[in-house]
């Protein structure tokens, strides 16, 4: 079976907020789509090891931001490859709460406000339907998953339910590529160092967290 016909599937990403313990948690999901119109509903899937997963099952609301092609790709950074388990992920950006769930502040296409309402099991994920139970409007072109690897050259964690293990190989040649250790972003520059001043454009590591490649 030619598992890269998988890769030709797209997406959008969204930033999930949801309170555990009272504290605002949440993280990156790329799976998220509308199944229902009347009564409009959406599909999301969670990795059973994310911490977000269980605040959903705490507290079945939840808000999506919808990333838009100039929102802030530190948020994915922090969001996608940081647990709130042990991060406070919005301590850099704040949160508004918008119909009793956070909202990381910033620049998004859109905003939904989500009830869940039942899960399906699908081994390492979790399946969760959702109702929209309000809409906040937003600005700017919706970032698309392939946008996030071609344009902004980011990765997905293995987490991630569309993780690709081959990422990595698909860099150029001619360059030399350092690669972050926390996200996995992959530099290209025709020097043999990173600048000593380098910060990684998705995630804020500063250089040291980058390992030469070739
Ligand atoms: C581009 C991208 C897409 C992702 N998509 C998903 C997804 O659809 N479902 C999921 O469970 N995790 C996904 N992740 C991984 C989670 O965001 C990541 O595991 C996060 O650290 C979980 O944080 P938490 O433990 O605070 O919930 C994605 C990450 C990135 C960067």
Known sequence: MDLSVLYNLSYGL???GAFKDGRAVGCVINTCF????ENPSVVISLNKKNYTLEAIQENKRFSL???AEDSDPMVIGRFGFTSSRDTDKYEPFGYEVIGFTPCVKGKFAGRLILDAVKTLDCGTHILVVASVVDTVPGSGTPMTYSYYHNVI???APKTAPTYR???AETVKESKHHFECDICHYIAET???ELPADYVCPVC????SH???LD
């Open 34 to 37: 509308q199944v229902t119109s």
């Open 204 to 207: 804020g590591a500063d250089v």
């Open 65 to 67: 931001s919808i990333l």
């Open 153 to 155: 050259k980011g990765k």
């Open 14 to 16: 969204y930033v999930l």
């Open 165 to 167: 293990a081959d990422e």
């Open 210 to 212: 980058f390992k030469k």
């Open 190 to 192: 025709d020097a043999e």
